[in-house]
Nanobody
Framework: QVQLVESGGGLVQAGGSLRLSCAAS????????MGWFRQAPGKGREFVAA????????LYSDSVKGRFTISRDNAKNTMYLQMNSLKPEDTAAYHC????????????????WGQGTQVTVSS
């Protein structure tokens, strides 16, 4: 069983930055493939980024590539998403998740899902 708790969301102006955190309660956090997804009102779940268990490999959606950076600290059982140059279209609830492999989590195949943290970007 894995529990995921996101934090760090808020209201920011376009062009600003936020850093999201995902704290995981899992004995084997360092073996988990982790990722971020987002869901805007009335829209489906959208893959944002994913990171391998050791942090050496990452995957990003085209919509955030070059602006967002995913990272993790296995000693703290925590994953992060640094979001820069935010745009109004980035407004959504951001959820962290675990998945079986990096490519599969990129296709939306997830095992566990957090409650989410709201990010609102004003124009």
């Amino acid at each position: 069983q894995v529990q995921l708790v996101e934090s760090g969301g808020g209201l920011v102006q376009a062009g600003g930055s936020l850093r999201l955190s995902c704290a995981a309660s899992a004995r084997s956090f360092s073996s988990l493939i982790m990722g971020w997804f987002r869901q805007a009102p009335g829209k489906g779940r959208e893959f944002v980024a994913a990171i391998s268990s050791g942090g050496g490999a990452t995957l990003y959606s085209d919509s955030v590539k070059g602006r967002f950076t995913i990272s993790r600290d296995n000693a703290k059982n925590t994953m992060y998403l640094q979001m820069n140059s935010l745009k109004p279209e980035d407004t959504a609830a951001y959820h962290c998740a675990t998945g079986p492999t990096l490519p599969q989590i990129g296709r939306g195949n997830i095992n566990y899902w957090g409650q989410g943290t709201q990010v609102t970007v004003s124009s």
